[in-house]
C-alpha cells in the first residue's frame, strides 16, 4: 500500500505545493480536480502491473472487475475542498477487501506528513516518519464535554440532515470542522474524541475498518452498528459517548427518512 | 513586529510539536494553555526592553498603561483548541495602535509556516518565506456559490447566534471550519470568501484592521459598519457577497438583541 500511496503522492503533492489546485464540481455536487483523476489513473496503471488479476473501485473512474478475490478501494484525493483551497488537510486513501471484507486500509496526508495503516490484525499512525501504535481505551467523556469533527454544515444540508447537526452540534463540548479523512485521522491519534460524517461512500471510510478492528476504536452507522462502510457514520474510542451520539442521530439516519 | 513575532515562537512551536499542548477552560469558556501565558509573559519582557513606554494589551494578563501614544495588542495563540489537539491552524497575533487607532498589524502559524504582516499603507502575505502582496478585487460572487469560513458552531452558541449560524451556513455554497486567524488568513490570500466571526476580542482581529485598510478587504461588524475591532465581524474581499451576509446576520447582532 506505501507505494500505491507513493504513486498518488507524486501527482498531487507538488500540485498542491506549486497551487495548481483548480476544482470542478462534479453532478452530485462534490469537487474533483484533474490532478485528482491524474493521480488515481496512475494508481489504477500500477495496480495493473502489479495486480492485474484484482478489481478496482476508485472514486474517479468506472469499476473494474478482476478474477482473484481481491478488491482495492482508492480515494487518490480525499477533501478536494481542501486541496482546492491549498487546504493541507487532504490525504489519499486506499482499502483492500478480501471478497466482501475490507481487511487493510492506508491513509496519506502529504502536506502535513501524517498517515495511517494497517490490517484487522494491527494498526499504526504515521507522524513525519514515526510509528506509533494504535491503542483506543473507551473513555468515560460525555457528549457535553466531548470535541467533536465533521466535515462540514454542506454535507449534512446535502444529507437533508441540517436538524441532525443542530441537535447534535448544540449538545456537544465543541464542534470543529476537521474533517474528511484529516478528521478520521485525529479520531485514530485519540485527538479529537468523536467524528460524524453523514454523507460517505465506501472510499471515504472503508479504510478505516481494519485499523478500527485492530485498535479498538468504534465504527458505526448512524442507528449505532458496527459497519465497515456507513453511509452516515460515528468513529470514536467507544464508551457512553458513541451510545450518546447514535442516540440523537438515530432519528435522522437516512434509512428512517 | 517580526522580532515580537519570533519570541513568541521559541515558546509555542516546540510544545505544539512535542505535543505539550494540554489546554484548561477559563472561566468564559475559553481554553488557556500554560505555553500560552508563557508566550505572552515573554512577548511582555520583551515589550519592557525594548519600548518601555508603550502600553500593552494581552488576552492573558492585565492592561499596562503606558506614557506613550502607543498600544501593542497582543494574542500569542489565536486558535487554543487547534493547538490544545495538536492540529497546525493556530497562529499568534500582534496589533499596533497609535492613539486609537490600529496601525500595523502581523500574524504568525508557525505550524504551517505562513503569516501576513502590514500597516495601512501596505500589507504583503508570508508563504514558507516568500512574500506576496495583498491586493483584494471585489468579486460578484455571491453567497450561494461563496466558500464561508468560521471557527465553530460553538462561538454561536457562546454568542446566543445559533439561528445566524443556521440562517447563513443554510445559503452558502461551502461551509468551513477553518477558523481563528487561519481562516482570516485564507480570506487575505483569496482562498476563501468570505470569514464570520459571532464573538471576538480585540486581539483576535485588530491586527487585520491595517492590513485590510491598505489591500481593500473590507472588515465589519455583522451591520456591515467598517470597524476595527468589531465584537462580530464580517470580512469579505467586497462586492455584492458581504452586504448579503450582512443582510442575514444584522437581526442577530449583539447590539439587536
Known sequence: MSDLLRVARTHTLP????????????????????????????????????????????????????????????????????????VPL????????YDDNSVAGACELPALDLGAKGTIQNAHLL?????QEILAHPSQCRLQDATLATTGWDYFRMAGAEEAY??????????????????LWLLLAGRVDVVVEPLLH?????????LAQASGIKLTDWH??????????????????????????????????
Chains 1, 2 share one sequence.
Request: glycine letters at 12%; aromatic letters at 8%.
Open 15 to 86: 500540485s498542491f505545493l506549486s497551487g495548481q489546485t483548480a476544482a470542478t464540481t462534479k453532478p452530485d455536487g462534490t469537487l474533483v480536480t484533474e490532478v485528482d483523476r491524474q493521480a488515481e489513473v496512475a494508481m489504477r496503471k500500477w495496480l495493473g502491473e502489479h495486480f492485474a488479476q484484482d478489481s478496482v473501485v476508485g472514486e474517479e473512474g468506472p469499476a473494474m472487475h478482476g478474477i482473484s478475490n481481491w478488491t482495492w478501494v482508492l480515494d487518490p484525493i480525499d477533501g478536494t475542498a481542501s486541496f482546492g483551497h491549498q
Open 127 to 131: 507522524i513525519q516518519g514515526h510509528e
Open 166 to 183: 443542530v441537535n447534535l452540534a448544540h449538545k456537544a463540548g465543541r464542534t470543529k470542522g476537521w474533517g474528511d479523512c484529516y478528521g
Open 90 to 97: 487532504w490525504g489519499t486513501l486506499v482499502a483492500l477487501r
Open 202 to 210: 465506501p472510499w471515504d471510510i472503508e479504510w478505516v475498518w481494519p
Open 224 to 257: 449505532g452498528r458496527d459497519c465497515a462502510a456507513p453511509r452516515q457514520c460515528i468513529v470514536s474510542h467507544g464508551g457512553p459517548l458513541h451510545d450518546e451520539v447514535a442516540d440523537i442521530l438515530q432519528p435522522h439516519a437516512l434509512d428512517n427518512l
